[in-house]
């Protein structure tokens, strides 16, 4: 699924995104089931779920650095909720939807319920 957005340059050097409503209640609900299938993977006993919570927690560089060093899909799944849904940060920037992109292509590699999103600037 691509989602249009709207990029905002800020006097931080960061660029933060505008994104309509209803798009944005369909990031939150695809990270919140995200992040519920890693927390059950936690407690996998097959061979393959296992694999997956391993993929999922390991630190790679294809996400951005945190203040602690590399992310891993779990952590950054976690910390873009924490931040954007339970924090104080009011909109995307485009590094974190580029770790959205690679979260949920990683996850729904494993479950197919995740669908891939994608964003690009466009018309709102």
């Known amino acids: 699924?691509?989602?249009?957005?709207?990029?905002?340059?800020?006097?931080?050097?960061?660029?933060?995104?505008?994104?309509t409503q209803e798009d944005r209640e369909i990031i939150e609900a695809v990270l919140m089931?995200?992040?519920?299938?890693i927390c059950e993977?936690?407690?996998?006993?097959?061979?393959?779920?296992?694999?997956?919570?391993?993929?999922?927690?390991?630190?790679?560089?294809e996400l951005p650095a945190g203040r602690s060093g590399l992310n891993s899909?779990?952590?950054?799944?976690?910390?873009?909720?924490?931040?954007?849904v339970y924090g104080t940060q009011r909109d995307y920037t485009v590094k974190q939807l580029e770790a959205i992109e690679y979260i949920t292509a990683t996850v729904g590699h494993y479950v197919e319920e995740i669908p891939l999103l994608t964003f690009?600037?466009?018309l709102l």
């Open 1 to 19: 699924m691509r989602i249009p957005y709207m990029p905002r340059r800020t006097i931080a050097n960061t660029t933060y995104t505008e994104i």
């Open 33 to 37: 089931k995200t992040a519920a299938v």
């Open 41 to 61: 993977a936690s407690n996998a006993t097959s061979i393959e779920g296992k694999e997956a919570y391993k993929e999922f927690t390991k630190r790679t560089k």
């Open 73 to 84: 899909v779990a952590s950054m799944t976690g910390g873009i909720l924490n931040n954007v």
């Open 120 to 122: 690009g600037p466009g």
